[in-house]
């Protein structure tokens, strides 16, 4: 078995001055707001990997079950050399693509990618430990914006699956795919997974659970805040909210402040003050519509080449090429 590498270009001294940057921006706006990836410490990590398995949040296993249906399908197409997965995390639905992408098609290398350094060391060496004769080259790194230092060569595929991309505001969005654009070769592919617009009635309880377990996923980040930056955040004094924006077709996830308040961020030299209902937005999830994906990706620079969605249309798989 050859050893996984890994290429770190994200150091925790970079991700504490990105949290400070974050924080300060996020709590002196108006609305307050504050971006998702700060969720993701130890325990949010365990709490997601939790409400991944409730009864209302159907995505993770929506996705899972369609990328099953259709991985031969996407390998054939693909026929990729190398699989480059951002945000990889554990890398479990990996092992779908990895096993269909070595039987069907020229596959020599895996490359993920995701902010932890721990995790992704972890989760690299037990992909390789699973397919010898796979090269493992992780990438340590901030997806939004280091895409520059993902390894070239080989025919590749980029997988950015979870419906993630639903995360970006459609400014960030743009963005984002125009550089993955940009880092591709003509002909080399992108994997995308994103949730569709569906009734809000199985859309809001997927993000407002009847245990409770995404209130708590969501009070986290104030934790985070209370570790890393000094502040002295009650988190039971904030309420989790989840709404439907029907206009801009998206799920927000915000923290209401259940009392007035004042907030200190030692680390930042800075007091919050909370009114009493003031709300913080924590998370958007957009969901979308094939053709609004599909005029995205062209906008970028990608040609849609296969959709595959579930029964019930409640996610897509798209594969594009770039042009």
């Known amino acids: 078995m050859t050893a996984a590498t890994l290429d770190i270009h994200l150091t925790d001294d970079d991700l504490d001055t990105a949290l400070r940057s974050d924080a300060r921006l996020g709590l002196t706006a108006d609305p307050k707001w504050l971006p998702p990836k700060w969720f993701y410490d130890a325990r949010g990590s365990e709490l997601f990997e939790r409400i991944t398995e409730l009864p209302e949040y159907y995505p993770t296993r929506t996705e899972r079950a369609l990328l099953e249906r259709v991985v031969g399908e996407i390998a054939d197409a693909a026929q990729a050399e190398v699989l480059v997965e951002l945000g990889a995390g ?15 098609g020229p596959l020599k290398k895996y490359v993920p990618q995701d902010v932890s350094s ?6 690299a ?14 990438v340590v790194s901030d997806f939004t914006d280091t ?18 991309i639903g995360n970006l505001v459609p400014e960030e969005r743009a963005e984002f795919l125009a550089r993955i654009h940009d880092v591709l070769e003509p002909g080399e592919q992108l994997l995308l997974g994103a949730g569709l617009v569906t009734d809000p009635a199985v859309l809001v309880p997927a993000y407002d659970d009847a245990a409770g377990v995404t209130a708590e996923f969501n009070r986290n980040v104030l934790h985070v805040l209370n570790a890393r930056l000094g502040a002295d955040f009650a988190p039971d004094r904030f309420r989790h909210v989840a709404v439907w924006d029907a206009e801009r077709e998206w799920i927000e996830m915000r923290l209401e402040a259940v009392e007035d308040m004042t907030v200190t961020v030692g680390g930042l030299g800075l007091t919050v003050r909370f009114g009493r209902g003031d709300q913080m937005r924590t998370e958007i999830s957009a969901k979308f519509r094939v053709a609004g994906l599909d005029a995205e990706l062209a906008a970028a620079g990608f040609a849609t080449g296969r959709v595959w969605t579930d029964p019930d249309d409640r996610f897509a798989l798209v594969l594009a090429g770039r042009r």
């Open 90 to 104: 554990s890398a479990a639905k990996t092992r779908l693509l990895l096993s269909a992408l070595g039987a069907r």
């Open 118 to 123: 721990a995790a992704l060391r972890a989760a």
């Open 125 to 138: 060496d037990q992909v390789a430990a699973e397919f010898p004769g796979l090269a493992v080259h992780g």
């Open 147 to 164: 895409l520059d230092n993902l390894p070239r060569g080989g025919r590749r595929m980029i997988a950015f699956l979870g419906g993630t």
